[in-house]
């Protein structure tokens, strides 16, 4: 029962790590204003 737990545990971590590591990418994120309607780039604040 314990290896269970364990395994359990460990793959909810590496999924956990993996879901975070496409986050590096400095893609501008597109922004649209409901008022206007323009479209700007938001500027990345890392």
Known sequence: MRKLVTLVLMTMLALS???C???GKKEATRV???????EFEVPATN
Request: charged share 10%; hydrophobic share 40%; aromatic share 8%.
């Open 32 to 38: 649209k204003c409901p008022a206007c309607g323009y």
């Open 17 to 19: 790590l993996t879901a």
């Open 21 to 23: 590591a496409g986050m």
